[in-house]
């Protein structure tokens, strides 16, 4: 019997280890992904023309040994398979520590969390109800909410961000991705046994605050230039 349950528990242990790899892995796609996808968007500071040209060269990279837009196909399905893997692994997760924690155990963990580790789970799901807005607003709907064309990426842009309750959207999002991207970044880095001293520890925090900067900062520069008019047809 006790050696039946030692069993049961490693294998749970070993799923457990399984599991924040795959969101560590799937993590640091993502954080890939939103690097290029912010360069990408600060080429609206160039003005309309160089913004149309970044957009249209992604569709033609790889021609003519891939399809038109073949690349780009090729990264949304490494991004949907790693949407997948990580809200599934983070589901997952969540409902292991749910059964296994007291309510004793719990207020405790509280009051020594920071406060970003605390919203993975609401900024997760915020983060998940923006990239389907996102994706219906700029990729597979297309919705200019001013009832504008929507065939000119650059001029959809600023038509979307020109209207002030759909820039507010964009930053709430943007400021649950810091949040999330600080403590990813350190969970990831936890995972991945890169935080085995104290210095490594700092130098993880350190970067996870760097990186959640970088990204919510560079993605919040547009919007907030288009409302204010700088960035205009």
Do not use: C
């Not at 992904?33 to 023309?49: C, E, I, Q, R, S």
């Not at 990580?86 to 749910?98: E, M, N, P, Q, T």
């Not at 820039?167 to 936890?190: F, N």
């Amino acid at each position: 019997m006790a050696t039946t349950t030692l069993v049961k528990g490693a294998r749970s242990t070993r799923s457990t280890i399984a599991l924040k790899l795959l969101m560590a892995v799937s993590g640091i796609i993502f954080i890939g992904f939103v690097l290029l996808h912010m360069y990408g968007n600060l080429k609206a500071f160039a003005g309309h023309d160089a913004y149309n040209e970044y957009a249209e060269h992604l569709r033609t990279i790889g021609e003519p040994m891939l399809p038109h837009s073949g690349l780009l196909w090729v990264i949304r399905l490494v991004l949907i398979v790693a949407l997948v893997v990580h809200v599934y692994s983070a589901a997952a997760l969540w409902k292991r520590a749910k059964r296994a924690r007291t309510v004793r155990y719990q207020v405790k963990k509280n009051l020594a969390s920071s406060f970003s580790s605390r919203m993975m789970r609401w900024g997760g799901l915020t983060l998940l109800l923006f990239i389907i807005w996102h994706l219906l607003n700029f990729t597979v709907g297309k919705v200019n909410v001013q009832g504008g064309p929507t065939n000119d990426p650059y001029n959809l842009l600023v038509d979307s961000f020109d209207t002030w309750w759909l820039t507010l959207i964009y930053l709430v999002a943007m400021a649950a991705l810091g949040l999330h991207l600080h403590h990813g970044v350190w969970s990831s880095a936890q995972t991945l046994g890169l935080t085995n001293n104290a210095k490594a520890r700092r130098n993880a925090k350190g970067l996870g605050w760097i990186i959640a900067v970088l990204i919510a900062g560079g993605f919040s520069l547009v919007p907030i230039f288009v409302l204010v008019g700088v960035i205009s047809k």
